[in-house]
Structure formats: structure tokens, C-alpha cells
């Protein structure tokens, strides 16, 4: 359980989100700050004013709040034109302020997170009106609700803490931090989003303000000077993410800034209700500092609430001086984000929140604009105030900040900030390291297709701007800080800063069913080994190549009671070793050989978080499947492979075996023609081996060949499946009588009866491997079982797929869609095409736990671009395909098939000789694969 916070508890922001005039990213407004920049612009067109000159109407406006990606969030088109557009901004600030905190969003489902939003305006009922009987649907209700706009947040994230809109007027989103930090002391909470969202859709809204004399007749913000005329407006939003200092550190969390305290109070009864007071002001700065335990005159720097208006500044600036003036060398530093953005109203004390944030991060005051002279009724100096007109390096004896917001009805409020921690430590399982992985995955996913070139775009400019970002933090930030969403791709990044350019973002074939996290496991017999296959896993100190080799060494330790001869040994091709491949390979090598491959490589597959949803042998394969079903102790199938293949060279030199591309009927017909040929398996619909003596074995090559039917030999010189094998029967059982198995901990998918064994089934005894080697097998019913089942995606665990083909005949057979999926390939053996596997199967649908590659690495997460939305106008009275009602599936199939995205392959600057850049990998939605390397 988690320890319940102290009182006092400093407060870590661990992440930012913001879409504000002229910046969308914390990082975009902090150089629209320091350049000294303003966006006031005329009004949109969606207002309907039309304003050729700087007058009231002129504001901070956003480009395009009718746009938003309602199919991110699984919103129909109709609900989501019902719903204010402050719900909908909220919701993408919310999602993108948890990826800045270095988080997934999905990881903080069912959690205790907490959800605090200022708004105040609600123009979109005026929007609904107008748009008559049309914006009148019963998504109307929830739509245009203020209450909902925090509410949506915790629905869509399912997030189980307080949620709600908080409205004190204008310091309505800097009380809504407070609030936050206040139930993350109190343990209401663990983790809190807090900010404030205010938009202008209706006309009407300025108008009002107009009356009221508020506003800027020239749209500009003069704090604190002579010319201060009222404000101009903003819109926008800004969302923080908030958690407990001692947790953010333990948890390797970023932290941006530190909240140590604050206040908030009403000025009560004053001349009139809308007149600030200086009283009520002094009183919350001053219990804002008391209850932090901080001494003014440790602040340098003040975000005043400074809307540039004639009552309003000095009334403001004489409650600083009564609280900061005594005692300071230095004047207090004193700017407004509104000179820049305009004001927010609603949101305005969160994004002065957030400018003073990014001052403390990056330790610099940044300037406030329009100041000339001070208004005449403020005393500068007489208060020790200074409006900061130019970008100034943080005073060092004043580390601290404090950031004000007041309400129109009297509700202040005042925090209190200090900069983050000098050192700040590693998130757990990274840090330094010397484990070697190269090249890097780098996983991207996304919504839709269009989302995830988006994302490959951003992440491509985001890497080739940076040239110093380390390949593997980017790996490891992409796979703990992102949810994980139906369209994927898998980029493999080379390590060493070589160059890495988007190559092209193209269609590619369309996707299997997303919903096959768990593969069935395929563990193939003979035909798949190669000279120097797993070498190259052996001589390699990366993550997979250590798994790989540290099973095969337990593998060796299982064989040596019943071989002569090294495992290790004969996988290096050492010159005294036999050999497994070729000319003299002998049985009693080759299948334990690539018994111990295939349970190496199963084993590396459960390393990355794979759990099969069932396994299926074939031939002697089912050895090692029976082992990784959990029916045979690792000694048992040791010793069941080594004997079994020692009893098999009793058969050498009396028979052969055949692939033909017949159906099992027409290979029944071909079989009961001739009295030394057996159906040996059956692998798909239209591929069978037989098996029996050479001649028969050979007229049936020939047989096929003769009516233009596939035919080739098999490798081998017995006939197994078949009845030669009744030969070392008694042999076989009196080897393998001992053989205890268990109860399987994974579905079995037996090729000798074709079907599940279940607790009524045959025991895999010495009986069982007897009967396997003898009979036919059943390869093409135990997929067709699995396929039953609801099972679609297979991979064979092996040194070369042999299986695929089959496997693929038996799905389009039964009119299912799936994938069947390689994990080495002859001549690529190594780690690159482990990684190469895993981005197949991730991009497949299956459940990868990447972040596992990356322990002892030395890589950290930092930041990256966030979730790329895809929005589209959802706007009353607007006829678009956009507000037409659709099924998921009708919505589906109109976005079409995914895309590829592929990086470039020539040889770099700087790449070490012949190194490619980022291989190319397909992407797709749960459904392409890796192209070849």
C-alpha cells in the first residue's frame, strides 16, 4: 500500500501539456516567452465577427478548436458534435500532460488519480442554440455540461480519484491546483491532473465583457504600465501532472518544478461585488507563505494575475509590496504570460502556473511584454517591484517563485514554487550498464493509420534534430511511456548516431484480427537446420543472445547423460564435433540439436513476455512443445529426444521420406497403391510427407512429378511414421518407460490425435513418443483445432520456417484470417533477427514486453513527441461525413489497410562501413510484419 503523504508534503509537477495562441507544446511556449513574443490575432471565422483592426474582438485565439480525434477516444461523430469543445481540448491535454510525465496513460487505468479542471465559460450552449433542432440530440445534456469536462477525463482514462470543474471565476484553474495538491497530502489521491480550459465560440461572451469594460479597446495586456486599458482575451488549456515529491523521485519521475504550498481565500465584502482588494490579497499571500514555512524574501520572482487593468494592477501590486518589500536587496521580479497569450480567464492562473514552471526548470526569468512606464498609481520602487522586460538567468540567493490568480468575485489564490531537485534518480531497472543492444527497437502505435505515419513523421524529425539522443533511451522511452494501440510498427535503430531518415510511408496489405495477443507456439521437425545456424546468438553479448544461451547451456546439461558429444560444440562447428547438416549428419544429432535450438528460442520468446496461447509439435518437434506446455520436466525431454533418435539410426539406410503437394485423400489413394508406402503427415490441405522403403518412396516422387504435382525427398535415410518404426518398439519402450509427465500448463495441441489433450487424453508416456514416431501425423488437424478454438496467429519456434506453408493453406482453407510468423531464417541467426521476430509479432497483434530488453543497458527515458491526434471538424449545423453516425466496423473498413514506413538503408555519415540505417519494418494495424532484413 501506498504510504499516506505528511501535511506539508512538497508536491513534484511531473508533466506538462498545454495549447495555448502560437504554442502547443511546453517547449514552444517557452520560446514564444523568451522571444518575447505575442499571439493576438483578429477572430476566426467561426465567430462570425468580422474585425479589420486591433479592437475588443481581436484575442489569442486557437487555430481550428471545431477539430478533434474523436475516434482516439471511441467517441461517435454525433456525441462528439454535442460536446463542448472544452471537453474535447481537455481530453487530448489530459493524454498528452501524462506522456510528458514519462507515463502510458492506459498504465494508470483503475488507479486513484485524481482530476482537477478551472472552467467558467460555457459559449457552446449559445453554439447548440443556434444550431436549432439539429444540436438538440440526447448527447446534448452531457455535452454542454462544465461538470463533465473533468468527468470525461477519469471516464476516458478510468480514473477512480476526486474529479471535478472547479469555478471561482478567474482564478478558477490555479485553485484547481491547489485543490490537487491538497488531496495529494491528504492521500485522496496518488497522482492528480490539474489545469484549467477556456474557450471562445459564441460572440456573445465578448460582448458581455465589452459591457462590463474589462477589455482592451487595442487587445493588448499593459501590466503594471500607464497605458493599462483592460485585457485582451485568450483561449486555450494547460493540464499538469501532479504527485508527491518522495514518490516522483523514487519512481524515476521527471520533475519540472516543486509546489511547497499556498492559499486560498475570498476578499468577502468589499465596495462592490467585481472590485479586487488589497486586503484580501495580502492575506492569501500571506498564509500562502506561512503555511509553506518560506520567507518572502526567498522568492525572486512573481507571476502576477496582472490583466493589465486601471484598478486591478495597483490594487495587485500594493499587496506585493506590503508582503515582499520588507527585508529584500533586490526588487521582486514581477511578469504576466497574459502581455503574451492574452488572458485565459478560467485557465489563465495555470498557465501562469506553467510559465513560471518552465522558468524554474530551465532557471531563467523570461520578459514580460508592453511595459514602458508604470502606471502611475504603482510605486516601484517605494514597493520593491520590477516588471521584467528581458530574459535574465535566475537569481541564485532566491530560488523560489510564487504565482497569483484572482477570481472577478473575490476568490484569490496563491502558490508558492521552487525548482526541482538537483539530482533526480533513475526510473528503476535502467541506469548505467554494459548489456549490448544493437540495434534498438524503437516501437511506434497509434489509433489508425494515418496516426502512426503521423507518429513515424514526428519521431523521425524529433531523432534527426537531436544528434547527441541515444538510440536506446528513445527505445526505452517509446516502450514504458506510450500506450500500445492497434496500428504498430517496430523500427530497429542501429546504435552509434548514424543518420536516420524516414525513408517513405506507403500502403501495405491489409490486417489480420488485432486481437491475437497470445501466438500459438510451432515447434517444427527436421528440415529446418543450416550450417551456423544460432552461431551467431552464441558469440553475441546482447539480451536475447543471453537467454538463448543460457537455456541452451541448461539443454547441454539435460543431453550429457546420453551423448558423446558437446551441444555447444557442435552448433560452433568445432572440427571434432559431428556434424548436423550435410552429407554425414546423423539423426541421433540433428534432433537433439534442434531440440535444444527450438527450446532456447522458446525460452527467448518468454523473455519478451510472450505467453502462448497453445502449443503444437510436429513430429519430433512435440518434444519440445511437450516441454514448454509444461508436460515434461526439461530431463525428461531430454532424455525422450537423445534416445529416440539414437533408437532411429537402428532404420538408417532402409527407407526414405517424401513431400508431395497432394490432398490427404488423393495421398490416401496414392498410399494404399503400394504396400511399403505410408502417409507419414499431414502438414495442410493440399502438403503431405509419405514415407516407407526407398523404391516406394521414389515411384511416388515420380508418380506426382509425372502428373506436374510437387514432389521432393526428404533428407533422410529411414522411414519414420510408418511401419518400419515397429522395428525398435520394444527398444523404444523399455528406453522411455520411466517418462513421468505432468499436467500440461498450456493447451497441447497433440499431432497424433489431432486435437487438445486434456485430463481424459493419452499420458505423454514412453507409449505416447512410441505411437508418435510411428503413426501419421496430424499437423494440419491440430491447426485446424487451434483455428477452432479462435487461435490465428502461429509461430514457429525454429532455425527456419518449414511449417508456414501449411499452416497458411489450412487458415485460407477454413476462410480465416491469420498470421504465421518466422523466429530465425536460414543465414540470420543472430539477436537482429530475434528483434526482427518480435517486431513480426508485435506488429501481429501479439503482446511484447520490450521494456525487458533494455535492463542493464544504461538507457533512460526522456522526452519524446507526443500522441499524434488525428482530428477532423465536429461542429453543430455542419453536414460533413464527419457528423454521420457509423457502426466501428462500417468506420473500420473505410479507413482501409495499413501503411509502411520504411527508414532509410543506405549507408550513413557516420554509420560504421556497410551499416545500415534503421532497417525497414512494416507497420500496420495488428497486422504486418517485418520486411526482410
Known amino acids: ?20 495562441p502560437g504554442a502547443s507544446t511546453p517547449d514552444a511556449f517557452w520560446r514564444l516567452l523568451c522571444e518575447g513574443r505575442e499571439s493576438i490575432s483578429a477572430p476566426p471565422e467561426r465567430l462570425g465577427v468580422v474585425s479589420a483592426s486591433r479592437d475588443w474582438y481581436w484575442a489569442g485565439y486557437l487555430d481550428r478548436v471545431e477539430d478533434f480525434d474523436a475516434d482516439f477516444f471511441g467517441i461517435s461523430p454525433r456525441e462528439a458534435t454535442a460536446m463542448d469543445p472544452q471537453q474535447r481540448l481537455i481530453l487530448e491535454l489530459a493524454w498528452e500532460a501524462v506522456e510528458h510525465a514519462r507515463v502510458a496513460p492506459d498504465s494508470l487505468s483503475g488507479t486513484d488519480t485524481g482530476v482537477f479542471i478551472g472552467a467558467i465559460t460555457s459559449d457552446f450552449a449559445l453554439v447548440q442554440q443556434r444550431a436549432g433542432q ?31 470543474t472547479v469555478d471561482s471565476g478567474q482564478s478558477s484553474s490555479l485553485v484547481s491546483v491547489h485543490m490537487a495538491m491538497e488531496s495529494l497530502r491528504r492521500g485522496e489521491c496518488g497522482t492528480a491532473l490539474a489545469g484549467g480550459v477556456n474557450l471562445i465560440l459564441a460572440p456573445e461572451s465578448t460582448e458581455s465583457l465589452i459591457g462590463f469594460g474589462g477589455l482592451s479597446p487595442d487587445a493588448r495586456c499593459y501590466t503594471f504600465d500607464a497605458r493599462a486599458n483592460g485585457y485582451a482575451r485568450g483561449e486555450g488549456g494547460a493540464v499538469v501532472v501532479l504527485k508527491p515529491l ?19 481565500n475570498n476578499s468577502g465584502q468589499t465596495s462592490y461585488l467585481a472590485r479586487p482588494d488589497a486586503l484580501g490579497q495580502k492575506e492569501v499571500l500571506r498564509t500562502a507563505y506561512r503555511r509553506a514555512a518560506v520567507d518572502p524574501t526567498q522568492v525572486a ?11 486591478g494592477d495597483p490594487v495587485e501590486a500594493a499587496a506585493l509590496g506590503a508582503v515582499f518589500a520588507d527585508g529584500r536587496e533586490d526588487p521582486l521580479y514581477v511578469g504576466s504570460a497574459k502581455t503574451n497569450v492574452g488572458h485565459l480567464e478560467g485557465a489563465a492562473g495555470v498557465v501562469g502556473l506553467v510559465k513560471t514552471v518552465l522558468s524554474l526548470s530551465h532557471q531563467q526569468i523570461p520578459p514580460t511584454r508592453n511595459f514602458a512606464e508604470p502606471h502611475p498609481d504603482i510605486d516601484l520602487e517605494a514597493l520593491r517591484l520590477s516588471p521584467q522586460t528581458r530574459r535574465v538567468p535566475w537569481p541564485v540567493n532566491s530560488p523560489l517563485a510564487g504565482v497569483s490568480s484572482f477570481g472577478v ?7 508558492v514554487l521552487g525548482p526541482p531537485p538537483a539530482v533526480l534518480a533513475d526510473r528503476p531497472g535502467t541506469g548505467t550498464g554494459d548489456g549490448v543492444l544493437d540495434p534498438v527497437p524503437w516501437v511506434l502505435s497509434a489509433r489508425s493509420e494515418e496516426a502512426l505515419r503521423a507518429q513515424a513523421s514526428s519521431l523521425h524529425f524529433f531523432v534527426s534534430s537531436r544528434p547527441g539522443l541515444r538510440a536506446q533511451d528513445v527505445g526505452l522511452s517509446l516502450a514504458t511511456t506510450r500506450s500500445v494501440f492497434e496500428h504498430r510498427a517496430v523500427i530497429l535503430a542501429p546504435v552509434g548516431g548514424a543518420a536516420r531518415e524516414l525513408e517513405s510511408v506507403r500502403p501495405a496489405s491489409l490486417p489480420v484480427d488485432g486481437t491475437q495477443r497470445r501466438p500459438v507456439l510451432l515447434f517444427p521437425g527436421q528440415g529446418g537446420q543450416w550450417e551456423g545456424m544460432a552461431r551467431g546468438l552464441l558469440n553475441d553479448d546482447g539480451p536475447l543472445s543471453q537467454v538463448f544461451t543460457r537455456q541452451l547451456l541448461e539443454c547441454q546439461r539435460a543431453l550429457d547423460p546420453y551423448v558423446d558429444w558437446s551441444l555447444l560444440h557442435v552448433l560452433r562447428g568445432e572440427p571434432q564435433a559431428p556434424a548436423f547438416v550435410g552429407a554425414g549428419a546423423r539423426v541421433d544429432v540433428v534432433q537433439p540439436v534442434l531440440w535444444a535450438v527450438m527450446v532456447s528460442l522458446a525460452r527467448v520468446w518468454s523473455a519478451m513476455g510472450v505467453e502462448p496461447a497453445a502449443v503444437v509439435g510436429h513430429s519430433q518437434g512435440e518434444i519440445a512443445a511437450a516441454y514448454v506446455a509444461g508436460i515434461l520436466s526439461l530431463e525428461d525431454a531430454a532424455r525422450i529426444v537423445a534416445l529416440r533418435s539414437q533408437a532411429l539410426t537402428a532404420l538408417a539406410g532402409t527407407g526414405g521420406m517424401a513431400s508431395l503437394g497432394l490432398s490427404r485423400a488423393r495421398a490416401k489413394v496414392l498410399v494404399e497403391g503400394d504396400t511399403d508406402l505410408y502417409l507419414a503427415a499431414v502438414n495442410g490441405p493440399e502438403s503431405v510427407v509419405v514415407s516407407g522403403g526407398r523404391a516406394a518412396v521414389r515411384r511416388a516422387v515420380e508418380h506426382c512429378v509425372e502428373h506436374g504435382v510437387h514432389a521432393a525427398l526428404v533428407d533422410v535415410d529411414y522411414a519414420s511414421h510408418s511401419s518400419h518404426v515397429e522395428r525398435i518398439r520394444a527398444d523404444l519402450r523399455e528406453l522411455l518407460a520411466d517418462v513421468d509427465p505432468r499436467p500440461a500448463r498450456i493447451p497441447f495441441l497433440s499431432t497424433l490425435t489431432g486435437a487438445e489433450i486434456g485430463p481424459d487424453g493419452p499420458r505423454l508416456d514412453g507409449e505416447y513418443w512410441y505411437s508418435g514416431l510411428r503413426g501419421t501425423v496430424k499437423f494440419a488437424s491440430a491447426v485446424e483445432a487451434a483455428i477452432g478454438a479462435g487461435w490465428r496467429t502461429f509461430i514457429e519456434v525454429g532455425p527456419h520456417p518449414v511449417l508456414s506453408l501449411g499452416v497458411q493453406g489450412v487458415l485460407d482453407a477454413a476462410g480465416a484470417r491469420g498470421r504465421v510468423l518466422p523466429t530465425l531464417r536460414r543465414g540470420e541467426g543472430d539477436q537482429a533477427q530475434l528483434l526482427t521476430a518480435a517486431g513480426q509479432a508485435f506488429t501481429a497483434g501479439v503482446d511484447i514486453d520490450w521494456a525487458t530488453l533494455f535492463g542493464g543497458t544504461g538507457a533512460r527515458c526522456v522526452d519524446l513527441p507526443t500522441y499524434q491526434f488525428q482530428r477532423r471538424s465536429y461542429w453543430p449545423g455542419q453536414r460533413t461525413a464527419a457528423v454521420v453516425e457509423r457502426d466501428a466496423s462500417t468506420a473500420a473498413s473505410e479507413r482501409g489497410g495499413p501503411a509502411s514506413v520504411s527508414w532509410s538503408e543506405r549507408t550513413s555519415p557516420g554509420s560504421s562501413a556497410g551499416r545500415p540505417c534503421p532497417r525497414r519494418m512494416s507497420i500496420g494495424p495488428c497486422a504486418t510484419s517485418a520486411s526482410t532484413r
Open 409 to 415: 468575485g473575490g476568490t484569490n489564490c496563491h502558490l
Open 246 to 264: 518522495d514518490r516522483a523521485l523514487a519512481d524515476g519521475d521527471p520533475v519540472h518544478a516543486v509546489l511547497r504550498g499556498g492559499a486560498v
Open 301 to 311: 520572482y512573481v507571476e502576477l494575475h496582472g490583466t493589465g487593468t486601471p484598478v
Open 1 to 20: 500500500m501506498r504510504t499516506p503523504p505528511e501535511a506539508g508534503e512538497l508536491i513534484a509537477v511531473i508533466g506538462i501539456s498545454l495549447r495555448l
Open 134 to 164: 439539429e444540436g438538440r440530440t440526447h448527447h446534448a445534456f452531457t455535452g454542454t455540461q462544465r461538470g463533465m469536462i473533468a468527468n470525461r477525463v477519469s471516464f476516458a482514462l478510468g480514473l477512480a480519484g476526486p474529479s471535478m
